[in-house]
């Protein structure tokens, strides 16, 4: 099984004699209270999207990043594997991590769509699809930002991903840059049956408001937190309770007050208090309906 080997130059020696060849050496498991504790201090978090292996690879120890999610009680992460390296290394993860909680996906970033060979990704979802730490096809979407000319490719691997979504049975986590119109044909004629989380959102509350007509799930990352936002913050307003996660897209754009960091997991707390007091919202009540919501759509029952 292929491990990044970054991640393994970054960890103690002694870790990986006790682990075996096969194991990701990240043990991270803070004690995390029951949803029901009301002690504001205690409060469950999940970062609903993180690429750890990058973290790693950009410098950030294990230890500090433990001690970062001990801090802001995050006890467990969805790892994302949006091409072929990041998938095995997501299910290493999630089978051999022990001091946190960690559950992956399996996708194809549509900046690969036409460079990268998505039977991999497509067969991988098959193979793991009894894999209960499997818990999401994605990430998977349309980006015009930056890959316009890859338009129609793009499409034809998405719409490939939700088909492979329907058949394993999960939901589907979306990213989707100046692409709105075209996501959401996709998705409306694709993805009626599947639950859908949309990703890192960055739209306005309009075209909020169309996602969420489809019964989607909006993701707050970072961005939500910077002062040049407002048409994103007027969305977050607007987002109902019932709908709204919250993530870190880590390493990639950390939040307020930690902006030009490498971000991490653990600073999804940031984003997360910037929303409770942008809503004008008990962060308690914010927060556990985060932590609700997440688990629901990944479909995570412990």
Known sequence: M?????????????????????????????RVHAPGDRDVTGIPLIDSHCH????????????????????????TIVEIGADKQAMLW?????????????????GHHPGEAATEDSEFGLNFIEEN???????????????????????????KVFIEFVRAARRSGRGIAIHTRDAHADTFAILREEAKDIPILIHCFTGT???????????????????VTFKNATSLQEAAIACPLERIMVETDAPFLAPVPQRGKINQ?????????FLATLRSENVATLAFAAFGNTKAFYRINN
């Open 205 to 223: 509350k309009t075209e909020m408001e169309d996602f969420l007509s489809l019964g989607a799930y909006i993701s707050f990352s970072g961005i």
């Open 90 to 106: 997501a299910r290493t993860l999630a089978h051999t991590a022990k001091r946190f909680d960690v559950y992956y996906t399996i």
């Open 265 to 273: 997991p653990g600073y999804v707390k940031h984003t997360l208090d």
């Open 129 to 155: 699809s009894s894999d209960s730490r499997f818990v999401a096809v994605g990430e998977i979407g349309l980006d015009y930002y930056y890959h316009a000319e890859q338009a129609e490719a793009q499409k």
């Open 52 to 75: 750890l292996d990058m973290v790693i690879e950009r410098g950030l120890g294990v230890e500090e990043i433990t001690r970062c999610l001990e801090e802001n009680n995050v006890g």
């Open 2 to 30: 292929y491990i990044n080997a970054r991640v393994m130059e970054l960890v103690d020696i002694q870790d990986l004699k006790s682990w075996g060849s096969n194991a990701v050496p990240v043990q991270l498991r803070p």
